[in-house]
């Protein structure tokens, strides 16, 4: 049974290289982070935007958002993508 941080069940849609017991066991969000490479849960890149408003608060598109390095993100300006970060 899935708790509400998703853990107790498998996210994975598809092949994945990660043990099922540690599937079941890490919360929905770190197997969604996983490249789907590794554990493929169907939801993208396994890539975030780290935005405000899953990244509708930057004037990136969200393509990019997602296929950056997370320091690059956090390196712009607030005033194009606004990770809420005080500079």
């Known amino acids: 049974m899935q708790n509400e941080r998703g853990q107790g069940v498998s996210h994975a849609a598809g092949d994945s290289k990660v043990p099922q017991k ?7 969000g770190l197997e969604e982070s996983l490249p789907n490479s590794v554990h493929d849960t ?5 890539r975030q ?18 296929a950056v390095p997370e320091k690059l993100e956090r390196a712009l ?6 990770t809420g970060d005080k500079k």
């Open 22 to 28: 540690a599937q079941e066991k890490v919360p929905q």
């Open 42 to 46: 169907g939801s993208g890149t396994g």
């Open 49 to 66: 935007t780290h935005a405000l408003n899953d990244g509708a608060d930057s004037k990136v598109p969200k393509g990019i958002q997602k």
């Open 77 to 82: 300006p607030n005033s194009i993508h606004n």
